[in-house]
């Protein structure tokens, strides 16, 4: 004899959840077997039952605009998730969750929209188990965005959260001013602004995104400038940017002739030579060209820019003189003489504050030379062969 499994339910036969359906699924799924779903109230929500719920008053909360706010688009793992919803519905998993006001008022659904949507599409399921929580003193829409994205982020069965969905929630929490900064910040007020942003992010992405940090340092700068009106960090993502804003803040100088071209790139000293022979190549080989190279610091952490600026730049110094000396005295048999047809220009400067700190020598969008920065960051490389 085969038995029964208590916890599947062929939900495209079964027209309706009973009782005994929903205690099973609350001894499996509450806040003692799962805490990380219902130990919300510092985010504004308190737990207040399970229950079943007819599938009308559901859609009602599901088709309400606040339902929309935890991700873009739909959900891109529907087509499995429906097959493994029709394969029979597990009482262990959670349910639906709904958040009503004090007075008892529908707010929002707030994670199980893509469960219910097939559940009224494909199946004669006529009602739902549903998690209810309250709101308290603590609760925001926006707070409640980030509750519904940590909630995607935890379900790896549907479609995890991804970075859009993530900058979407954070954005809102800013502009409704759960991060919060004052227009005219001091330093400390910035960090802790800053911080605010790094760690929703780590909560909504349930630390998915945590070694993301380009995009976290761009999301963070983006978001820094729009609250204080003032642009203190230029982020670079690609050498063509790099190469249009030159040539548009100082159309007289870099530009290319007929026997000078400008080439741009990010800064990993083993990534330069390459990028030097792939501009060659492009030329035809020429010997009659030389090519001035920009190098520029990408997406420097807000938090400590100058500190990622010297940093980047030190690894860099170290590994490229390093290189020169094993190219010299290594990999070739005897030494080599530089053409002086492949030149770094300098360093794109994004940094306000560096501006600041170097008093003014390197201004912000400015380029500076490779040996003023290797004065300045105090840098020096010990020769590894003696001539």
Known sequence: MIMKNKFIVDIKTTVAFTDAHLEISKQAFNPETHPEYFHLSDKGVEYDDSILMEEYEVNVLANLKMTQAF??????????????????????????????????????????????SILTSHTPLQNRIVHV??????????????????????????????????EKIVRTNVEEGEVALVKNPNPAETGIFLAGISEMINYIGDGRFDTQTVKIAGLQNTLLESVTGKSTLITIKNPEQLLTILRTDFPLEFIDGKYNKFVGYS?????????????????????????????????????????????????????????????????????????????????????????????????MGSVVSYDDLVEYFGLTYERQVTV
């Open 71 to 116: 991700r873009l688009g739909s959900n891109k793992k529907f087509g499995g998730v429906k097959t493994s919803l029709l394969k029979g519905y597990d009482l262990r998993a959670k349910g639906i969750f709904i958040v009503l006001d004090k007075d008892g008022n529908q707010i929002a659904l707030f994670s199980g929209n893509t469960s219910n």
């Open 267 to 363: 800064c990993f000293s083993e990534k330069i030579l390459p990028t030097l022979a792939k501009a060659w190549r492009k030329d035809g080989y020429s010997d009659k060209i030389n090519y001035d190279l920009i190098i520029h610091f990408g997406t420097p952490s807000p938090v400590d820019p100058v500190g990622t600026i010297r940093s980047n730049f030190t690894t860099f110094f170290n590994e490229w003189e390093e290189m020169k000396d094993f190219y010299e005295f290594a990999y070739f048999k005897s030494p080599v003489e530089e053409t002086g047809r492949f030149e770094i220009q300098g360093f794109y400067q994004p940094s306000a504050e560096l501006e600041e700190q170097s008093d003014g020598k390197f201004p």
């Open 133 to 166: 929580f309250r709101t308290n003193s603590f609760f925001s829409t926006a707070k409640l965005a980030q509750i519904g994205g940590r909630f995607n982020s935890l379900d790896l069965e549907s479609d995890p959260i991804s970075w859009e969905d993530v």
